[in-house]
């Protein structure tokens, strides 16, 4: 038993020893990408590209309000035939609504993952040339509980994104 335990702190010993010369760091991916040029022109992309069908569903919702005002404020003066047709044209714009606001969604999600996808790459290759320029042997990120100041290369990362071109 004591010779196991011997071989078992003599091992740490000499995994410390070898691994003195090792170079960890760290990178906040979530810090990265909130402070990102690249994320905030995207952002700007997808606002100019979403934006008229946006205006456009909030044109329709409005259209709608109004119908319902009309036919709530009107209701006892509307003969039975123009209430159920109004009834019925809310009721069409309610549902042309719905499937207008859920191919919009769509729509969105997929472009929105295509730019995040677009920027995880530039971030991981900015990192992957902080780790070769500055002989990193490990980059870490998610996943980790505690790192210190000495091995975050968060803002280097950032800079380096700042730098590159689009």
Do not use: W
């Amino acid at each position: 038993m004591k010779t196991k335990i011997a071989l078992f702190l003599g091992l740490i010993f000499a995994a410390n020893i070898s691994y003195a010369d090792l170079k960890v760091g760290f990178v906040n991916i979530p810090a990265v990408l909130e402070k990102a040029p690249q994320a905030e022109k995207a952002k700007k992309r997808l606002e100019q590209e979403f934006s008229p069908r946006d205006k456009q569903l909030v044109s329709q919702q409005k259209d709608i309000q109004n119908m319902e005002e009309r036919l709530s404020k009107d209701a006892a003066v509307l003969g039975e035939s123009a209430r159920g047709n109004l009834e019925k044209d809310i009721l069409n714009k309610k549902r042309d609504f719905k499937r207008t606001q859920q191919e919009f969604s769509e729509d969105f999600n997929v472009r929105r993952n295509e730019e995040l996808g677009k920027l995880q790459r530039r971030i991981v290759e900015a990192i992957r040339g902080i780790a070769k320029d500055q002989g990193f042997d490990l980059l870490l990120t998610d996943g980790v509980i505690y790192a210190s100041e000495q091995i975050d290369v968060t803002a280097q990362v950032q800079q380096k994104l700042t730098s590159m071109p689009e």
